[in-house]
């Protein structure tokens, strides 16, 4: 949603503006080009944040592109000398090269099953290690909260007793068990049966929701008077968070400027399929 995130962030000429999920560099250059004096862009992932440097090489000083993951935001900015930021954008989607980063993302090619953003898992534990080693109430536990599997309890059962006979170390293996753990409908269900157990664990190895927590209060309270955040997430359960949050701030100094998060267009969704689930929230500290 590149025009309604310009439209409500409302950059200016002057501000310093963090990107917190850099990706391979587009909305950093996207808000350097609206007037930002500056955009201080973040990425855990390597391969990403050079990516976003090469692209962002032309703008000079007014782009800094670091290796962090954003629940880290306000030492990463100290250390880049920025106390103060005009605006924030946090897009929680996919960088579309992780899927191919041979990391176990994708449960359509045969990976190992680590499924952390950065060079180490922000959890401390791989996906290999979750299937592996939690108890089976605690992996329904994670299947359910973080993936709204239903079928969290089958899966669960299913992992341990694999596991019992050899351990799980394959996006492959896993989804081979999962699909046999569910339904023949669910199976031929318009998402792939895999979809949300791998949300759960990319989650839960990411510990994105705890990323999430940190880096816009981070943020929050870095942000100037007058300053905004704008946040794209992609599932509930991330938005649920983000509203949390902003629900919070505005007892004591937010103010909201959209009352529900916008969605993207017709045509944005019809040219880009993935935005479908897209949505976007936005608030002022005044």
Known sequence: MPREVLQFLDIKEGDVVLDATAGMGGHSEMLLEAGAARVVALDADRVAVEAARKRLARFGARATVLESNFRDVSATLHSADVSKINKALFDLGWNSTQLMAGRGFSFMAD????????????????????????????????????????????????????????????????????????????????????????????IAVNDELGSIEKGVSGAWELLESGGRIAVISFHSIEDRAVKRMFAAYTKEGGKLILKKPLVPAAEEIAANPRARSAKLRVIEKI
Do not use: C
């Open 111 to 202: 990976e190992p099953l680590t499924m952390s953003y950065g060079s180490t898992p922000a959890s401390g534990f791989t996906a290999a290690q979750i299937v592996n080693t939690w108890s089976e109430k605690v992996l329904a536990d994670v299947f359910f909260g973080y993936g709204e599997e239903r079928y969290a309890r089958r899966i669960a059962k299913n992992i341990v007793e694999t596991r019992d006979v050899h351990p799980i170390h394959t996006t492959a293996q896993l989804v081979a068990l999962i699909s046999a753990s569910v339904p023949a409908a669910y199976r031929k269900g318009r998402i792939h049966p895999a979809t949300r157990s791998f949300q759960a664990l990319r």
